[in-house]
């Protein structure tokens, strides 16, 4: 059972315009999620992050959006730039004692020039 | 530069041979966790370590799988009597307790033939 989705595979912007990266969870106990961003042969890098009491966080183009009541959350970058070209994760985790975090299966977004 | 590594960076070896790979986590970081990535997927946690202590265990390490902290420090992961379907990329990262987000090495790929 996959509690992290991303439905979207992959996904093409031109540069410059908002790139939308889509996430969905089933377990209503997660409290922190976060957002890594991956390039072929090096490990996820943390992107940005939103805790569970906040709805939207912010880091220059980076906004994250949490909508609890439909178990979503969303990556915008704006404006997007061809080195965003990457893999990225939506994670989640529960505030337990070691922090597990479960990831989604990943979004492949292709910034065009 | 103290960021997570981990060696080798690839790994290929023949059905039934053992292989150890290796984490240097960020210093001051004292939780550890392993993760596998195969292809199309985001990493699934395999094990976590607060100092030396191993706390949890995904029932996706069998029995063939064994990690180790012997002091707090470094970690190494073996797998025994390799098979084909351990081929994957396997992450390494580490945390401060209290801090969400994990810092991810470079990753291990393994290649079973």
């Known amino acids: 059972d996959q509690q992290v989705k991303q439905n979207s595979p992959s996904l093409s912007v031109q540069e410059g315009r908002i790139s939308i990266l889509n996430c969905d969870y089933t377990n209503s106990m997660f409290d922190y999620f976060l957002w890594y961003k991956k390039y072929p042969a090096e490990g996820p890098t943390f992107l940005i992050s939103?805790?569970?009491?906040?709805d939207k966080n912010e880091d220059g183009r980076f906004t994250v959006f949490l909508n609890k009541s439909a178990k979503h959350l969303s990556l915008h970058i704006v404006p997007s730039q061809p080195g965003d070209s990457a893999v990225y994760f939506c994670a989640a985790s529960v505030k337990t004692s070691y922090d597990k975090v479960i990831f989604g299966p990943g979004t492949s977004l292709s910034v065009i020039p | 530069d103290t960021g997570v590594s981990q060696d080798p960076r690839h790994k290929i070896t023949k059905r039934g041979q053992n292989v150890t790979f290796r984490c240097d986590p960020i210093?001051?970081?004292?939780?550890l966790y392993w993760y596998r990535q195969t292809l199309g997927q985001g990493p699934e946690f395999l094990t976590y370590f607060q100092n030396e202590a191993q706390l949890e265990k995904s029932r996706l390490l069998s029995d063939r799988f064994s990690a180790e902290r012997p002091k707090g420090s470094f970690s190494t992961l073996e797998i025994q009597r390799t098979e084909q379907g351990d081929s994957a990329m396997y992450l390494c990262a580490s945390t401060r307790q209290g801090r969400e987000t994990q810092y991810f090495g470079p990753g291990t790929r393994l290649l079973v033939l």
């Open positions: 939103i805790s569970s009491i906040k």
């Open positions: 210093s001051e970081h004292n939780r």
